[in-house]
């Protein structure tokens, strides 16, 4: 797994020696720049925009993957674009060097296979608007990006790019990453006083909750740990509080980790390592066997906690293992998935990153980040009767402000206002869960009387404590946008297939009289009490229709035992619904509920961008909708 792959000594320049893919709108041109046709000078309005990395590398791909197939993952690179435009084995032997595309370029998973498969399949350079936590694992690996229109065209032109202006365009620790040939060797010249820290020095001023947290999680030149202040466009190395990651993740974390140490891999702090068994918790093929069996195995020779499969299947989906018993307000939290911005409802900072973000964090206690701007949003008034706020946020994504992009993408969601204190928490956890699906860095909600009862429930911790622990934001704090919204105008919403920003009002839908064949209700979005509560409300008394299937999961072990306790499973199953084993499932793909070709699917869960959660095409919606 080596990082080193981005220049070599002595190398000034950045050559095109192989062939440039152009993604474009019209698949006939992709198509036939497959079977050896050149294009040049493709307009930017023809591109391709919003390409996820489900379409980049297919979970499919993804399951069967442990680290030790040689080729495999670019061997089905690009295979999910569009409903399978490129069959496998195309990219990798069309002797492309060189991939172009549109804007919102591989949005969605922190998983790493994404560029990973690029880069088997011989692509080393990205052209496009590519979203963040890729951007980052392209960095990790060594592979190019370039996002500047300027140099995008110079370069696709001039078949050529300096070295240095493709440098130019990181940021400094960034670019010292790269010199050093990697993430794990920065850290290593870090650790041996070969390099230092910048020193981050910033005058006064008043702060977000997010960029508090960041400000106390700075390492400092000397070793010490935060700083008085931070702003937005600052990178800085950090002093994570947890770290976790999962079975689809870790077989690129332990060939990254045994490539730098050998076989005695250092851990640097084994109490704020979690790994968790939970994305293939509902697959029992050989490959997921595998991977699960291969991560506790390598866990435990670690020291750190693993998670493993039980009778209900995961213990946990790892995001609601993290709620449950380890993150706390006012935490730095680094996940192996984008999801991790979830644990943002417990007033921390949870960033969702790749691979080896991860094996960094594991061996040195580190992390580096970028300071992000801030978007503040206030809720006030109420939800009306049979809303919820998953109905909010499908209607928040869909608002032109943030599906056109001009306030979500790459900015922290501040959430805040009075009417927190009367949502429950269960609902409250969809605000910072979402938050990524409209391309957001992560969600943060400010300090409120719900968070401080699920603490209270859920940990051996006093009222005091926890209000002390939580971070509010100073009262001139400065935010990028600025939005009141008042809940008694949200109707029930639904987002037609292909992303999780098509939201419609479902009154508008219910004319089109959709027929559907899979009905889902789970994943780490709604696998809570309060989702199969709103579900049984709806379904309680009557009876799943003939030729449509509902499956159901619970997030936790402690979710199903507490939702079968107050007699929603029972109604649920009295209807016809089949209840699922605990795990992440068909929300990725993964397990019974999945969409077939030519199936349409109404799921409570969080993203629905092509192939993610099937061949079929999926709805978005609230459990009481679905």
Not at 23 to 36: A, H, N, S, Y
Not at 412 to 426: R, T, V
Not at 461 to 469: A, T, V
Not at 562 to 584: F, N, S, T, V
Request: aromatic share 6%; proline share 5%; net charge neutral.
């Amino acid at each position: 797994m080596s990082t080193e792959r981005l220049s070599q000594p002595n190398e000034e320049q950045f050559r095109i020696q192989g062939r440039v893919l152009y993604l474009t709108k019209d698949p006939l041109l992709i198509r036939q720049q497959l079977e050896g046709l050149g294009l040049a000078n493709v307009s930017s309005d023809q591109l391709m925009t919003d390409v996820s990395t489900d379409e980049i590398i297919p979970n499919k791909a993804c399951l069967s993957y442990t680290g030790k197939e040689e080729g495999h993952l670019g061997n089905f690179v690009l295979t999910g674009l569009r409903g399978g435009i490129i069959k496998p084995g195309e990219v990798a032997s069309g002797n492309f060097q060189v991939l172009v595309s549109g804007d919102s370029f591989a949005k969605g998973s922190s998983r790493i296979h994404a560029p990973l498969a690029l880069q088997e399949a011989g692509i080393n350079t990205i052209v496009a608007k590519a979203q963040r936590i890729f951007k980052g694992n392209c960095v990790d690996l060594g592979v190019n990006v370039i996002d500047s229109p300027s140099k995008a065209s110079a370069f696709l032109s001039q078949k050529s790019i300096e070295l240095q202006t493709l440098l130019d365009d990181l940021p400094l620790i960034s670019q010292e990453v790269v010199k050093h040939k990697g993430l794990l060797k920065y850290f290593d010249a870090l650790e041996k006083g070969k390099t230092r820290v910048p020193a981050i020095s910033i005058p006064q001023r008043p702060m977000t909750i997010s960029e508090k947290i960041f400000a106390s999680h700075v390492l400092n030149p000397d070793g010490s740990t935060g700083v008085q202040f931070v702003k937005p466009g600052v990178e800085c190395v950090l002093v994570p509080d947890k770290y976790y990651g999962y079975e689809l993740q870790t077989p690129v974390v332990r060939a990254a980790l045994r490539e730098e140490f050998g076989n005695t891999i250092p851990v640097k702090n084994k109490g704020k390592v979690t790994l968790h068994n939970d994305h293939t918790a509902l697959l029992m093929e050989d490959a997921s066997t595998t991977q699960r069996r291969e991560q506790t195995t390598w866990g435990k020779s670690l020291g750190v906690t693993v998670y493993e499969l039980g009778r209900n299947g995961a213990p946990a989906i790892c995001h609601t293992k993290m709620l449950e018993d380890h993150a706390l307000p006012g935490n730095l939290i680094l996940g192996n998935d984008s999801h991790t911005c979830t644990l943002g409802v417990l007033n921390n900072l949870a960033i969702g990153e790749g691979a080896l973000k991860l094996a960094g964090a594991i061996a040195y206690d580190r992390m580096i980040a970028t300071v992000p701007e801030t978007v503040r949003i206030d809720l006030k008034g109420k939800l009306p009767k049979g809303v919820s706020m998953k109905d909010f946020m499908l209607m928040l994504g869909a608002m032109p402000e943030f599906k056109d992009r001009q306030v979500g993408s790459g900015r922290i969601f501040e959430f805040g206002g009075d009417a927190l204190e009367n949502i429950p928490f269960d609902e409250q956890i969809k605000l910072a869960n979402m938050s990524v699906e409209f391309l957001g860095y992560t969600g943060i909600v400010e300090p409120n009387e719900q968070i401080v009862q699920y603490l209270k429930k859920h940990r051996d911790l006093s009222e005091e404590k926890i209000r002390y622990l939580m971070i509010k934001p100073d009262e001139n704090a400065e935010y990028s946008h600025r939005f009141i919204i008042d809940l008694s105008t949200v109707e029930p919403t639904v987002a037609t297939p292909g992303d999780t920003q098509n939201g419609r009002p479902l009154s508008e839908i219910e004319r089109q009289k959709i027929k559907i064949q899979k009905a889902y209700l789970g994943s780490c979005t709604h696998g809570t009490p309060e989702d199969l509560r709103q579900a049984a409300e709806v379904i309680k008394g009557r009876k799943v229709a003939d030729g449509v299937k509902l499956f159901v999961q619970a997030s936790s072990v402690g979710n199903l035992y507490e939702a079968k306790d107050k007699g929603y499973i029972k109604d649920l199953l009295d209807a016809g619904a089949e209840l699922l084993p605990i795990g992440c499932g068909a929300c990725m793909n993964a397990g019974p509920g999945s969409t077939e070709q030519g199936e349409i699917g109404i799921f409570a869960t969080n993203r629905n961008f092509p192939g993610r959660t099937g061949k079929g095409k999926t709805y978005l919606a609230s459990p009481a909708t679905v």
